[in-house]
């Protein structure tokens, strides 16, 4: 099989890329630094995703990840340019040059938990209602819905993963990236975890190693194509999880008042229900997150 990866080296990208890999795929990668982080694979280093760059990358393959992005909440307020050329303009220029070229491959696309309006203790499924709190929250959606009319006007196929709070990391840089990442640096550096307000709010806790088997076995089954899935997993709150974490590595939780902003973009529990995903991938979760923590804690 053969794969263009854009974005290949960031988290979820270069994960992509050493699973594909080791299932003996053919890579194509590109990426804005100067190498890959995964050796083995064709690499080219790209200036930016708009048209300029973009007749660098190789279409001429049977799936297409598209996992270059921004991500962030307040910071896009401060950054906008930035989110919208990343998030919307790049991903344009590539439908606009499938849809010209007739390229058929099959795009992949990651969403995020954030379009979704959240629910108190509701998995919500994906066509559950929306809200969008954010710009991210916008780009994401933006994304999702100009993929879809790429889809219905030109024919191009795709899958769109929404994938809630990843976790894990298969290289040394670091334990973990995002919400998990920060608890964790802290609490390894024997500093309390800050968490802002209760910390009652619910999210979906995914390894990245079975987002990856998720996303592969989903699109070997033709069947998924042109499907919108949520990327299934463990539910806890915030501060269930800040909890575990502090007992692991023997810190405190320390609550704090949330900044103005985050407040507001707060969406409250986002949680997945997976069972569609898992109905095409016929694959079950590999990792559970309290036994991944104490591996890592040894």
């Given at each position: 099989m053969t794969a263009t990866i854009i974005g290949c080296n960031g988290y979820l990208g270069k994960h992509l890329v050493r699973f594909l890999t080791e299932k003996k795929w053919t890579i194509f990668g590109y990426d804005i630094t100067s190498e890959s982080v995964v050796t083995g694979i064709s690499y080219t280093v790209l200036k930016s995703l708009l048209k300029e760059d973009l007749s660098l990358i190789?279409?001429?393959?049977?799936?297409?990840?598209?996992?270059?992005?921004?991500?962030?909440?307040?910071?896009?307020?401060?950054?906008?340019?930035?989110?919208?050329?990343?998030?919307e303009k790049a991903l344009l220029c590539l439908l606009d040059r499938m849809r010209r070229e007739n390229i058929k491959g099959r795009l992949i696309f990651p969403s995020t938990r954030l379009v979704y309006k959240g629910k108190k203790d509701v998995p919500l499924k994906e066509d559950d209602p929306k809200e969008f709190k954010s710009i991210y929250a916008l780009n994401k959606w933006f994304g999702e819905n100009i993929i879809n009319q790429y889809h219905e006007y030109f024919g191009i196929n795709f899958n769109i993963f929404r994938i809630c709070v990843p976790y894990g990391n298969l290289f040394l840089d670091n334990y973990s990236y995002g919400t998990i990442g920060i608890f964790l640096s802290n609490a390894v550096s024997k500093k309390n975890i800050n968490l802002f307000g209760t910390g009652e709010q619910k999210r979906t806790f995914t390894h990245v190693e079975d987002i990856c088997n998720q996303i592969y076995y989903s699109i070997k089954n033709y069947e998924s194509i042109n499907k919108i899935f949520n990327v299934p997993g463990e539910n806890y709150s915030l501060m269930e999880v800040a909890n575990i974490i502090a007992k692991r590595f023997a810190v405190l939780v320390e609550n704090k008042d949330w900044p103005e902003l985050d407040k507001k973009i707060e969406s409250g529990d986002t949680i997945f229900d997976g069972e569609k995903l898992l109905s095409y991938s016929k694959v079950k979760q590999m990792h559970n997150f309290a036994k991944w923590l104490n591996e890592i804690a040894e």
């Amino acid at each position: 099989m053969t794969a263009t990866i854009i974005g290949c080296n960031g988290y979820l990208g270069k994960h992509l890329v050493r699973f594909l890999t080791e299932k003996k795929w053919t890579i194509f990668g590109y990426d804005i630094t100067s190498e890959s982080v995964v050796t083995g694979i064709s690499y080219t280093v790209l200036k930016s995703l708009l048209k300029e760059d973009l007749s660098l990358i190789n279409l001429n393959v049977e799936f297409i990840f598209y996992f270059a992005g921004v991500t962030g909440t307040v910071n896009a307020y401060d950054n906008y340019d930035l989110y919208i050329d990343v998030n919307e303009k790049a991903l344009l220029c590539l439908l606009d040059r499938m849809r010209r070229e007739n390229i058929k491959g099959r795009l992949i696309f990651p969403s995020t938990r954030l379009v979704y309006k959240g629910k108190k203790d509701v998995p919500l499924k994906e066509d559950d209602p929306k809200e969008f709190k954010s710009i991210y929250a916008l780009n994401k959606w933006f994304g999702e819905n100009i993929i879809n009319q790429y889809h219905e006007y030109f024919g191009i196929n795709f899958n769109i993963f929404r994938i809630c709070v990843p976790y894990g990391n298969l290289f040394l840089d670091n334990y973990s990236y995002g919400t998990i990442g920060i608890f964790l640096s802290n609490a390894v550096s024997k500093k309390n975890i800050n968490l802002f307000g209760t910390g009652e709010q619910k999210r979906t806790f995914t390894h990245v190693e079975d987002i990856c088997n998720q996303i592969y076995y989903s699109i070997k089954n033709y069947e998924s194509i042109n499907k919108i899935f949520n990327v299934p997993g463990e539910n806890y709150s915030l501060m269930e999880v800040a909890n575990i974490i502090a007992k692991r590595f023997a810190v405190l939780v320390e609550n704090k008042d949330w900044p103005e902003l985050d407040k507001k973009i707060e969406s409250g529990d986002t949680i997945f229900d997976g069972e569609k995903l898992l109905s095409y991938s016929k694959v079950k979760q590999m990792h559970n997150f309290a036994k991944w923590l104490n591996e890592i804690a040894e």
